[in-house]
């Protein structure tokens, strides 16, 4: 059975989240098709291509994934386990408080980096395989109070003047972080309406969202060095989130640059993408235009 990644879609809609979140509990779809070789040395045995599956244990802790990969997913098959975005985020329990990241760091709301990378460990040993959810095009909106605030791992940011000085890239490569001016500030930071111009809709405020730039050099290394550091980590994949809202060009940039940074081809990295498509939205932000880089749904 395929079922499509519909959580981003609906997330929109804070009234849902409930049943949103008992959904994707139980949801698989049909596995990647690329990274399907069960890690070096576990001795996992190999299933048939098309019996391959994938669970997405959406807002699910680290450590109950990482249990459930040898109690269920591991013994009943399950090949990939996708997992909510790692990232450190704002504080707050609803489900959508994860895709507003102050920083890129692994300390979340549903665990430490100490335990991210125990579970991925556990769940490869098992032979799952971890598929990221990433959040690569916005910070934080209006919903989070005005001045300075800190994030779930203590990181401060302020979402009035567009300061987070948690994004610095791996070896502390931008020890300022980012500011104001590493985010489009299209039509004054107004948040997007027109979803038929596409300039608008890649570089205005998703839900009044801080929009990174990601035409710049310095974004792209700070998100291709998070890439990097998750796939050095063994997550074999990755979903990438709200991704008709950054221009085609620049997230084949960002996942080459990771590609390179690990030694790898970037064709050999899974790299599913969320590009809604609406045929009465701009041509530019259609599913065809990032068919290039990876799969889409």
């Not at 909106?141 to 990181?155: I, M, N």
């Not at 997550?235 to 060009?249: L, S, T, W």
């Amino acid at each position: 059975m395929v079922i499509q990644h519909m959580h981003t879609a609906f997330r929109r809609t804070a009234g849902i989240s409930v049943a949103l979140a008992t959904l994707c509990a139980g949801m698989v779809i049909a596995a990647p098709n690329a990274a399907n070789a069960a890690p070096a040395g576990t001795g996992s045995p190999q299933l048939p291509k098309a019996t391959r599956i994938q669970m997405i244990a959406f807002q699910q802790t680290w450590n109950t994934i990482a249990e459930e990969c040898w109690r269920t997913y591991g013994p009943e098959g399950i090949r990939y386990v996708e997992v909510s975005p790692p990232q450190e985020s704002i504080r707050g329990t609803p489900w959508r408080t994860s895709y507003q990241p102050v920083s890129y760091r692994l300390d979340s709301k549903l665990g430490t980096e100490a335990e991210f990378k125990a579970m991925v460990e556990q769940c490869n040993a098992a032979g799952v395989g971890i598929i990221a959810d990433v959040v690569l095009n916005q910070t934080t909106g209006s919903d989070v109070a005005a001045g300075e605030q800190t994030g779930v791992a203590g990181t401060r940011y302020n979402g009035t003047t567009g300061d987070y000085p948690g994004f610095t890239g791996e070896s502390n490569r931008y020890p300022d972080g980012v500011t104001a001016a590493d985010f489009h500030d299209y039509n004054n930071g107004a948040s997007i309406s027109d979803y038929k111009n596409q300039q608008e809709v890649q570089e205005g405020r998703l839900s009044s969202m801080w929009d990174f730039d990601t035409s710049s050099e310095k974004v792209r290394q700070i998100q291709s060095d998070y890439l990097a550091k998750l796939y050095n980590m063994g997550v074999q994949g990755f979903r990438m989130d709200a991704v008709k809202h950054i221009n085609n060009e620049d997230m084949k940039a960002i996942k080459d640059q990771m590609a390179r940074k690990v030694g790898t081809s970037a064709d050999d990295i899974y790299w599913i993408q969320e590009v809604i498509g609406n045929a009465n939205e701009a041509p530019g932000i259609q599913p065809r235009n990032y068919l290039g880089t990876g799969t889409v749904t």
